[in-house]
């Protein structure tokens, strides 16, 4: 895994509800690779962990995605590596 520092892209879903996280997900994937940022972070929470597996289930079936995982730090991010 690549390093994060305090510059890298950010998406907060915090507040969002289930439906939309696929979206903003996508969307958020498709501008960093465009800018080709090799490391992004998706802030999800971690209550009912809800929006975490939505997260993981887009992040699983996007082909712009080389590994994704939980941040080891803050257990309410994770940590994406795109394919440049």
Do not use: C
Not at 24 to 29: D, Q
């Amino acid at each position: 895994m690549a390093i994060v520092t305090s510059k890298t892209p950010t998406l907060d879903l915090h507040g969002e509800i289930e439906s939309m996280v696929e979206v903003l997900v996508l969307e958020f994937i498709n501008d960093n690779v465009k800018m080709r940022n090799e490391v992004v972070l998706i802030v999800h929470g971690k209550s009912t962990n809800i929006l975490t597996k939505e997260v993981h289930r887009v992040l699983k079936s996007n082909k712009n995605v080389k590994a994704f995982k939980l941040d080891n730090w803050n257990l309410g991010q994770t940590i994406v590596e795109l394919k440049i």
